[in-house]
């Protein structure tokens, strides 16, 4: 039996790198707004290719929780090779990403808040938090990465499992 989530999750992650070396030399800018959107196209590629391939291994049955698994290994070991790519990146290759990235969060906080009209206050402690706080740090993507797991990880397997998923028939004096 062939390692599926392994080596999706290995192909995944080392795409995400490569998409965001490509975006990174390419344009800044393209980086910080689209490579998420990327991401998510290519995790979801490779959860559901790597529950294909188990599902041609069963002999095309499968049920949720044998789909569940290897859809959501992928994404913990593709989520996790990309979260070390970006904070290498972010930290050592360009600590100046991470100022382009908060004046982007604070001008899209901005105009929001303009939108939900949230107080001048309120609006100044949040900027201020978005200013003071290093979401690239190693504490913080520590932190975030297992919530990453369950949300939106479990969502997105639970979803590819239920959509994949095909129950062998039961056959009566079987």
């Known amino acids: 039996m062939t390692n599926h989530p392994v080596r999706n999750g290995l192909m995944a992650g080392g795409i995400l790198m490569a998409l965001s070396l490509v975006l990174y030399v ?7 707004s689209i490579s998420t959107l990327l991401e998510f196209g290519v995790v979801i590629f490779f959860m559901t290719r790597a529950v294909s391939e188990t599902k041609n291994e069963m002999k095309g049955w499968i ?18 090779i990309a979260t070390v790519f970006t904070f290498i990146m972010m930290n050592y290759v360009d600590p100046g990403l991470k100022d382009q990235i908060r004046i982007m969060q604070v001008d899209a906080f ?6 939900f009209k949230i107080s001048d206050t309120d609006k100044q402690t949040y900027i201020d938090t978005l200013e003071t706080t290093d979401a690239f740090g190693i504490n913080s993507l520590a932190f975030s990465l297992p919530f990453s797991f369950i949300f939106p990880g479990v969502l997105y397997a639970m979803v590819i499992s ?5 129950e062998a028939p039961i056959v009566p004096g079987t």
């Not at 049920?63 to 996790?80: E, M, Q, R, V, Y």
């Not at 239920?162 to 095909?166: P, V």
């Open 63 to 80: 049920s949720f929780g044998d789909a569940f698994k290897p859809a959501w290994l992928t994404f913990i070991l593709a989520t996790t």
């Open 110 to 115: 901005e105009q929001a808040a303009s939108w």
């Open 26 to 32: 390419t344009d800044k800018g393209l980086l910080l």
């Open 162 to 166: 239920l959509i994949m998923k095909k």
